[in-house]
């Protein structure tokens, strides 16, 4: 539990790391798969609009989504990162 400033000052370095380190992996995935999941993640975007956007029917946006995810899962895995 969190009970003072340098708790708290910690607790917001952990997760800027965190951030730092997924966006990274991020950067490490296929260009195709890396850009849904920006879109669907950081752009908060619905699938139909990634679709729209990037010119690729639904399922194929929700496969490269999929597969980003289980990339990404890999990766960490291979890093044995903990991420909280």
């Not at 380190?21 to 908060?44: C, F, H, K, N, S």
């Not at 699938?47 to 899962?73: C, D, H, P, Q, W």
């Amino acid at each position: 539990m969190l009970t003072g400033p340098e708790d708290i000052a910690s607790a917001r370095i952990e997760k800027r790391q965190t951030y730092d380190t997924i966006r990274q992996l991020i950067e490490m995935l296929p260009e195709e798969q890396r850009e849904v999941i920006v879109l669907r993640i950081y752009g908060d975007l619905s699938f139909k609009e990634i679709s729209e956007l990037t010119s690729v029917s639904i399922n194929t946006a929700l496969g490269r989504m999929r597969y980003g995810l289980i990339n990404l899962r890999r990766l960490i895995e291979e890093r044995k990162l903990v991420l909280r």
